[in-house]
């Protein structure tokens, strides 16, 4: 008798497969949700206004991309920031010149650099990455797309960046100001909550630079990397040193053999340190989150910090550096 029926619920069992829906629930086939996760926006330097705007939309469930694009452009409207969009120190020819890149979840990448009279490239760098077959636009042909794309001509050199300058050519003198001059960048990453990263670098470049100089913010690799299977990293500070060691790209590649985000941006910066015997003349530092949340930064002098939202508080975080003083 317990054999028979053994048979016979066997029997039953391999019916109800074949039937499908009809004899078994559909909830025992049912797939677990995703989990959701808890957004985050981190920013180099203290530019809470910007993670503020980004870390809200998060909350409120926008993309990765969207919240992070939307965020370093509070920085690009902000005319007190003079190393940022609008507003931006010109170089030793009086252009103020622009650079930026942006890269979505998916690997994909947009940069434009030198570019001229637009108060937000990082919008443009986007439609680069979103509307053409290419990486970067440079000069008069970022300009040009940027304006069939619909974007608006304006001067971005103000009268308090035009005096500064001014000022300037009286002396002629370059030299990085640690910590003042440098913090010219603003890197963001953007944790969804699908768990999806996404990143921005967007910079007027050094003070008073060299005509056509480009730093690393915009270029992908060095100011900015990500892999949404592993995090993302931004780099500020001297890009030169930045762009020589690709930074960005290192620390993702750190972290993806098993090193934590901080351990990942101290390797980066020691990388520099042992190579460039003047390190001590100027900052690099490094803001990095991997898919857990976990943030990591590391600098070379003391002094850097980074931004951060999350569930609704906004905090300034000091950096670990390599010298303490």
Request: glycine share 10%; with cysteine.
């Amino acid at each position: 008798m317990k054999r028979r029926k053994f048979i016979e619920r066997s029997s039953l069992s391999l019916a109800g497969i074949g039937l499908g829906s009809q004899l078994i629930p559909s909830q025992l086939f049912a797939m677990p949700s995703q989990n959701r996760v808890n957004p985050i926006a981190v920013a180099t330097w203290n530019f809470q206004n910007a993670t503020k705007m980004a870390g809200t939309m998060l909350e409120s469930g926008a993309s990765a991309l969207d919240a992070v694009e939307k965020g370093v452009m509070v920085e690009e409207a902000n005319l007190k920031n003079t190393t940022v969009g609008d507003g931006g120190a010109p170089d030793r020819d009086g252009n103020v010149t622009l650079d930026a890149c942006i890269m979505s979840p998916d690997g994909n990448a947009g940069s434009v650099v030198y570019l001229k009279e637009i108060a937000h490239p990082v919008s443009v760098a986007r439609k680069v990455m979103e509307e053409t077959p290419h990486v970067m636009l440079a000069g008069e042909g970022a300009l040009q797309f940027a304006i069939q794309q619909g974007f608006k001509r304006k001067i971005l050199l103000t009268e308090d960046s035009e005096k500064a300058w001014k000022e300037w050519l009286e002396h002629k003198e370059y030299q990085p100001i640690i910590n003042i001059e440098n913090h010219d960048t603003i890197g963001m990453l953007c944790l969804d909550e699908n768990g999806d990263i996404a990143g921005a670098c967007t910079t007027s470049g050094l003070s008073y630079k060299m005509n056509g100089r480009v730093g690393d913010s915009p270029i992908i690799g060095a100011g900015l990397f990500l892999d949404n299977e592993v995090g993302g990293a931004v780099g500020t500070g001297m890009g030169e040193a930045i762009m020589k060691s690709v930074g960005s790209f290192l620390i993702v590649e750190l972290m993806r053999q098993g090193k934590s985000p901080q351990e990942a941006c101290e390797e980066a910066v020691m990388r520099t340190v042992k190579k460039a015997p003047n390190y001590k003349d100027f900052q690099i530092a490094y803001v990095a989150m991997n898919k857990k949340g976990e943030i990591g930064s590391y600098c070379i002098h003391k002094g850097f910090s980074y931004a951060k939202f999350y569930n609704g508080e906004s905090t300034n975080n000091p950096s670990k550096s390599y010298l303490e003083k």
